[in-house]
């Protein structure tokens, strides 16, 4: 039997035939295990301890084994490197890098002692750190998936590395937020005690005081109890933490519709079965 097409009909039938053969071969390239790591020597003698703790505690392969999941169509390289004195950490065509100044920015905020919260020193480099790459990470996923995003990227990566750091075990994942949410006070108040330009808010960043209270709202909307701190250490309002659950679950919503169909659930099991996260940190 024949039928009748009209060119509405028409057109659409060729639009999906011309288009279905690719997806389904941009679908094949997708392979999981796609982050490697790669240590670059040091140019500044003085971020040699750095090179060597990263090494020794194998931290690029680990956090190359957590993102392990994730489908992409290519291989991301994942280097530490000196950057000629620049704190910096950056994305680009394929490559994450993240300097051993940023990383010594670290070290240098690390307190002496524990501080009221149950945080030590190791926590408070060990989670800024692995923050750092899952935020890069978000980048890279962003391009080479080409996942959608609402607003400007940088506060989406930030949301994502919050999101992933979530993901693990509990006693895990508290040491990786309250870790990072450390650094951001300690940035939120060294902006907050200098006057503000009008440079400061055309950054592609998010300034320091809402990159801080927004990651903070993630975890306590993840899970109150928890992060019950975030309010009553970690000053987050009252206001603001009353609708911290929806704002988790708006963002859960979007990894999962988003993300999730490119992530391999069998390696996903392994990695919440494991610590990969957690490294021993050296003053």
């Known amino acids: 039997m024949l039928i009748a097409l ?17 997806t389904a071969q941009d679908s094949a390239n997708l392979q999981a295990d796609r982050f490697r790591g790669t240590y670059e020597r040091p140019k500044n003698p ?7 703790r990263l ?28 950057c000629d004195g620049v704190v910096n950490a950056f994305y680009e065509e394929g490559v ?15 307190p002496k002692e524990p501080i009221p919260g149950g945080l030590t020193p190791e926590d408070a480099v060990l989670g ?31 949301l994502f590395s919050a999101y992933l750091q ?42 320091p ?21 975030a309010v009553s250490h970690w000053r987050l309002p009252t206001e603001r933490a009353e609708g911290c659950e929806d704002e988790y679950a708006q963002l859960d919503h979007a990894f999962q519709t988003l993300v999730m169909p490119y992530i391999d659930k069998g390696r996903m099991e392994k990695v919440r079965a494991r610590k990969w996260l957690q490294f021993e940190v050296q003053r």
């Open 55 to 82: 090494r020794s505690q194998s931290a690029l392969e680990r956090i190359g084994e957590f993102l392990s999941p994730f489908r992409l169509p290519r291989e991301v390289l994942m280097k530490s490197e000196g």
């Open 46 to 52: 003085a971020h040699q301890h750095i090179y060597d």
């Open 209 to 229: 005081a809402q990159r801080f209270f927004n990651f903070l709202c993630i975890a306590y909307g993840f899970d109150p109890q928890l992060f019950a701190d």
């Open 6 to 22: 009209g060119w509405t009909q028409v057109f659409v039938l060729s639009l999906f035939l011309s288009i279905a053969p690719a």
């Open 166 to 207: 979530l993901q693990v075990g509990k006693e895990e994942a508290r040491v990786l937020i309250i870790g990072t949410a450390f650094l951001g006070q300690k940035e939120t108040q060294e902006i907050m005690g200098r006057s503000l330009e009008l440079k400061d808010f055309a950054n592609e960043h998010g300034l």
């Open 96 to 110: 994450i890098t993240v300097c051993y100044e940023y990383i010594e920015y670290i070290y240098s905020n690390m």
């Open 128 to 158: 800024p750190t692995v923050d750092v790459f899952l935020h890069e990470a978000a980048h890279a996923v962003f391009d080479l998936l080409e996942v959608p995003v609402f607003g400007h990227e940088e506060g989406a990566a930030d």
